[in-house]
T-cell receptor, first 112, second 115 residues
């Protein structure tokens, strides 16, 4: 069974600070996705990373896929209250397998 | 963009009754849809994979006779919670995989409360 552990589980920081969320596994994934979910809603896809070592930027969010494709990180610069939410990583074991394994989640709260 | 809808968005039912939740891909065809369950402050847990025209594949520990899945068309999958009990109360989320791009898109979820 593939497991994705996210850390930290909870994070509460002041507006303007930087933060990093980690997503780790002992298994290799063909691709990894990051989602943000708000209360009472479904997850919304932020990014998909496919290549080991890949770095993708989405405004103030920077996503990195580990060289061995077993881990990933999400870095947010100058956090804003609108960044508050549950951040989930999810991996696919192979390109042909559409099933996603979700991480344990990181609940982020940005204090104005 | 790709939109997935769920109906109803929330439902309250009495213990022992059955509840049907619909998941629709509105602007694309999905040969595969997935059903997840999410407890408060937790991540998503995959319950089953729904394949159009064939039987669903259930994850270990999920009772297939209790959670009936039907995927009768390329745009609709349904999850029926049979003989619901209070412990079935949860947030149920579906996702649909675009048959051309293999991207997965999530529905807004259905909050089920069993009293």
């Amino acid at each position: 069974t593939q497991l994705l552990e996210q850390s930290p589980q909870f994070l509460s920081i002041q507006e303007g600070e930087n933060l990093t969320v980690y997503c780790n596994s002992s298994s290799v994934f063909s691709s990894l996705q990051w989602y943000r979910q708000e209360p009472g809603e479904g997850p919304v896809l932020l990014v998909t990373v496919v290549t080991g070592g890949e770095v993708k930027k989405l405004k103030r969010l920077t996503f990195q896929f580990g060289d061995a494709r077993k881990d990933s990180s999400l870095h947010i610069t100058a956090a804003q209250p609108g960044d508050t939410g549950l951040y989930l990583c999810a991996g696919k074991s192979s390109p042909a397998n559409e099933k996603l394994t979700f991480g344990t989640g990181t609940r982020l709260t940005i204090i104005p | 963009g790709a939109v997935v809808s769920q109906h109803p968005s929330w439902v309250i039912c009495k213990s022992g009754t059955s509840v049907k939740i619909e998941c629709r891909s509105l602007d694309f065809q999905a040969t595969t849809m997935f059903w997840y369950r999410q407890f408060p402050k937790q991540s998503l847990m995959l319950m089953a994979t729904s394949n159009e025209g064939s039987k669903a594949t259930y994850e270990q520990g999920v009772e297939k006779d209790k959670f009936l899945i039907n995927h009768a068309s390329l745009t609709l999958s349904t999850l029926t919670v049979t003989s619901a009990h209070p412990e079935d109360s949860s947030f149920y989320i579906c996702s649909a995989s675009n048959r051309e791009t293999y991207e997965q898109y999530f529905g807004p979820g259905t909050r089920l409360t069993v009293t």
